[in-house]
């Protein structure tokens, strides 16, 4: 009778111990049927083919589409993905603070319509924040952002390098943070 008043309280702890792990580790799979092929599609501004998957890496899950250009352009590239992960993963809060700060100090001396504060700052979710990358041939942009409830960092990504007068695809990684957030949020039970 002892032996089962011992091991009772430790299955119950035990039971406790794992039941706390799933709340605080919140599972990115309901973004499955938010980050879509046709979510992807929508975010774009023109039709380039594309091919859609998904990967993970540790504490990561990444959908990407990578666009075809076919055999006549080798060199040339372009991918849009979104990544979850559990929040302060992709987005540093003590780097995100900072750069605010920065960013709001520099735009207080502006005049309005010089100010970056909003557009690198966009109201998406808890926060967000957008990052360039220019280059000769290409380049790229990001939004990430902190769904409202906390749970996950989202960062939505594309990225370019094509041959002179090839067409790539019009991402909008705006459009499709604000997707990601809208259809999150309307989940219920999340």
Not at 24 to 35: A, E, H, K, N, W
Not at 103 to 128: C, N, T, Y
Request: proline share 6%; with cysteine; aromatic share 8%.
């Amino acid at each position: 009778m002892t032996r089962l008043l011992v091991r009772g309280p430790a299955i119950l702890l035990v039971c406790l111990g794992l039941l706390t792990l799933s709340c605080v580790r919140p599972s990115s799979l309901v973004f499955d049927s938010i980050v879509t092929e046709n979510l992807i599609r929508h975010g774009c501004e023109n039709e380039v083919p594309f091919e859609f998957g998904t990967s993970e890496s540790p504490g990561e899950r990444c959908y990407s589409a990578g666009f075809v250009f076919g055999p006549d352009y080798p060199n040339s590239h372009a991918y849009v993905s979104v990544t979850v992960a559990r929040a302060g993963k992709l987005l540093d809060l003590r780097e995100y603070h900072r750069f605010k700060r920065k960013v709001r100090m520099e735009d207080k001396d502006q005049p309005h319509d010089m100010q970056w504060g909003s557009s690198l700052f966009p109201d998406i979710g808890r926060r967000a924040m957008v990052g360039l990358v220019l280059s000769p041939n290409g380049g790229g942009d990001a939004v990430v952002f902190t769904t409202s409830d906390g749970r996950f960092d989202i960062k939505v990504e594309q990225g370019n390098h094509l041959a002179k007068g090839l067409e790539g695809p019009n991402v909008l990684c705006g459009k499709i943070a604000r997707e990601v957030c809208r259809l999150y949020g309307s989940k219920p039970g999340r």
